[in-house]
């Protein structure tokens, strides 16, 4: 079997490599979203050495971006192309399509700031008080997928996720009252011991502790599913925890919504003293941040337009 420049190729060997590669590396739901000339095989147009190298180039670019480096043989112009490459590429596009969801260091942009809001209690209030019937407190943030090459937002998001993305959340709470031992630390203990959180394509996790989940991004439905779970667990404010939930906004998966319920359920606790009196229910005051950043593929390889992230609101309330 071969190839030489401005003969034919057997259509179906080389149709059978750009399929394989074009559902990893090109626009589909289950690809990058890439740019791929189209494949001449598939209408009787003659093959060259030409259009094999960028065949090779495509398999080249999808394995470098899943693991850092990648070198099949090219071939010169003018140049036959042995059935050996023709093996040795339909290889790599197999190793490709195992690999889909591997990302390699350097082929994306860390920690991407996107979206950030701080909750001044000194402005907002405080809250955390059942009496006050502000015992709740949620954070919600919208990310919307690009529309790439006319593909629409849904599959942006696909494709964003397929490469590697990642959306991650972080949380704390500063300059509150109480002291060491009080309601505000608790809080910026959970807080702060959950690490980051970040979803994949399949998976939700964090850096700290918490209840994780095998829900990722690919997973979701129009159906809020919690992703992650972060419990006092023990001591006089144990009652309290927080969730995270998501889900897309509509049947067509244009764009997600991320909601953060944090649940101050502790009903008070009798104070230190020798009269201790009744049980006090502190309100919970100081500045409560919510930040969404990302990970987003964004080597030389493989590009993703960035989702777009909507400014980060937060509310009150029972539930």
């Known amino acids: 079997m071969t190839i030489g420049q401005g003969l034919v190729f057997e259509d179906t060997d080389f149709t059978g490599v750009y399929d394989k590669i074009n559902g990893v590396y090109g626009r ?14 598939a209408n009787g147009v003659a093959v060259t050495s030409a259009d094999w190298n960028n065949l090779r180039t495509y398999c080249v670019n999808t394995r470098i971006h899943q693991a850092g480096s990648s070198s099949p043989t090219s071939v010169s112009s003018g140049a036959v192309v042995q059935s050996a490459l023709v093996t040795e590429l339909d290889t790599l596009a197999d190793t490709c399509i195992t690999n889909r969801y591997s990302i390699a260091a350097g082929q994306f942009t860390a920690d991407e700031a996107k979206s950030s809001a701080t909750r001044q209690s000194s ?19 919208t990310v919307t997928g690009a529309d790439m090459n006319s593909d629409g937002s849904r599959r942006g998001l696909r494709y964003f996720f397929n490469a590697g993305g990642k959306v991650k959340i972080a949380i704390s709470l ?5 002291g060491v031992s009080g309601k505000g630390q608790k809080w910026a203990d959970l807080f702060s011991g959950a690490g980051t959180i970040y979803m994949d394509y399949t998976q939700t996790l964090c850096t700290g502790t918490g209840t994780t989940s095998t829900v990722g991004g690919l997973d979701l439905t129009t159906t809020d599913q919690q992703i992650f779970r972060k ?5 006089v404010y144990s009652e309290n925890y927080f969730l995270i939930y998501a889900r897309f906004t509509d049947v067509n998966q244009t764009a997600i919504i991320f909601t953060l319920k944090a649940y101050d359920m502790d009903t008070g606790d009798q104070q230190g003293g020798f009269l201790p009196g009744p049980a006090v229910d502190e309100a919970v005051d100081g500045n409560l941040t919510v930040s969404f950043t990302q990970d987003r593929p964004s080597g030389s390889y493989v590009s993703i337009t960035t989702p777009t992230y909507s400014s980060v609101t937060f509310s009150t309330g029972t539930s």
């Open 28 to 41: 589909n739901d289950n690809g990058y979203g890439q740019v791929l000339v189209s494949n001449p095989a």
């Open 123 to 141: 402005v907002s209030g405080t809250w955390g008080v059942q009496a006050s019937s502000n015992h709740v407190l949620t954070a919600t943030c």
């Open 174 to 178: 500063a300059s509150f009252t109480g």
């Open 231 to 235: 419990d006092v667990g023990s001591g």
